[in-house]
């Protein structure tokens, strides 16, 4: 019993060590010249000391309908990653498996008439 738990350790030690490693390369390769530049906040290719008129004003205000459609778009991504499996083991599953994918695919149908009477997928 203490041979499965010791093979639990190395893993874990193992699962330490892979990360770890790369990350202490990257440190101890990389350039160290530290200049003014360097540590100047840079958002967007603009370094806020050589604009300062941009620096006051950051906040930029998006549509709401960007979000509703990233949202609509996880949504019904979210419908292939689940159908995708059943429709591999469709044929081993039986009919309580078709009966959970229909009232699954109802619900999302839903709400796609849903958002389509409410005029989300209308871009404007």
Do not use: H
């Amino acid at each position: 019993m203490l041979d499965r738990y010791g093979l639990v350790g190395i893993f874990a030690v193992m699962a330490l060590i892979f990360p770890v490693i790369p990350l202490l390369m990257a440190w101890v390769v990389r350039p160290k010249k530290p200049n003014k530049t360097k540590s100047t906040t840079y958002e967007c290719g603009l370094a806020f000391e050589d604009f300062p008129e941009q620096a006051q004003n950051v906040w930029v205000q998006f549509r709401v309908q960007y979000y509703i459609f990233a949202l609509l778009f996880v949504v019904f991504d979210i419908e292939v990653v689940f159908l995708y499996p059943w429709a591999v083991a469709y044929d081993s599953l039986g009919l309580f498996a078709l009966v959970e994918m229909v009232a699954f695919l109802g619900i999302l149908i839903l709400a796609l008439a849903y958002a389509w009477r409410k005029g989300l997928l209308e871009w404007v």
